[in-house]
Every structure is written in structure tokens, then in C-alpha cells.
């Protein structure tokens, strides 16, 4: 059994190199492309509690349950789905990966889904501005660049 558990975590550890190393835009959406499906499952193994914090978070400072949110690198949607589940209805996705977003509609919890990044000028994004961004330390920590916090 434990061969079976250090097999698999070699299998996690190489998904996550995968996107520290991809090497553009385009390098790292297909690495999470590939990761998609077993995102969430390697995330909970490896004790990855970003979304719950994030969820709790907002409950303690959003109290208008009808405020927009942002979920920026919504990934598969587990903050959304935390988020609806406490009550918030005007959720908004955004992330790179169009596999992690097919993920993300499947939960049924946001009104909107963007495929893109912040700081890409060129994207379309909802007129109405979001009173909240929510963001989580993901995996792809190093990836965001310092201008897509200057939104």
C-alpha cells in the first residue's frame, strides 16, 4: 500500500512541476488542462485548504450576500461552490484554463464564466464591476504577475 501512496504522490509532485515549469501562457494552460480532472482530489491530498479559508473569509467580511464577486483563478470552482453554499448568488468566474472552467460550470454556481487572466487588457470582461475579488494562494502562486494586481 505504501508503494501505491509514494506512486501517487510522485504522480501529484510531477502535475505541480509541470505548471512551476511551464515556460509561457500557452505552456501553462495546457498544463492544467492536463491536470484538470484530478485537480481537486490532488489539492485535498495535499491538505490544500486555500478554498475553505478564502470561503470563511468572505462570510466574516461580505455580509451582502448579493455582492458581485470575482473568483480569480477560479480553477474548478471550489471556492464558488463553498461560496454559494454560504449563501452568495452573484458569483463570477475567471481563469486561464478552459478545461479548469468546464470543471467550474459543472457546480452550477456562477452566473458568469471568463476565460482569461487579470491584467490581460485585451480579454472581454462584464461591465459591471465586481464590489469583491476574492483570490486564493493556488498553485500558481509565482505565476501572477505583479501588474494583475493593479487592476
Not at 480532472?37 to 467580511?61: C, H
Not at 470543471?103 to 464590489?131: C, F, I, K, N
Amino acid at each position: 500500500m505504501k508503494g501505491r501512496d509514494n506512486m501517487a504522490s510522485e504522480e501529484v509532485e510531477r502535475r505541480v512541476a509541470e505548471v512551476f515549469e511551464a515556460g509561457d501562457r500557452e505552456e501553462l494552460v495546457r498544463a492544467y488542462a492536463r491536470w484538470a480532472e484530478r485537480y481537486d482530489e490532488d489539492m485535498l491530498g495535499l491538505e490544500m485548504r486555500g478554498p475553505e479559508i478564502v470561503a470563511a473569509m468572505t462570510a466574516r467580511y461580505v455580509r451582502d450576500r448579493a455582492s458581485p464577486i470575482l473568483d480569480a483563478g477560479a480553477g474548478t470552482g471550489r471556492i464558488g461552490e463553498l461560496l454559494a453554499i454560504l449563501g452568495y448568488s452573484n458569483l463570477a468566474a475567471l481563469d486561464l484554463s478552459d478545461a479548469m472552467l468546464a470543471l467550474a460550470q459543472e457546480r452550477d454556481v456562477y452566473r458568469a464564466l471568463h476565460q482569461g487572466a487579470l491584467g490581460l487588457r485585451s480579454q472581454t470582461m462584464p461591465s459591471a464591476r465586481s464590489s469583491r475579488l476574492e483570490c486564493s494562494p493556488r498553485v500558481m502562486r509565482r505565476r501572477a504577475a505583479l501588474t494583475s494586481w493593479c487592476e
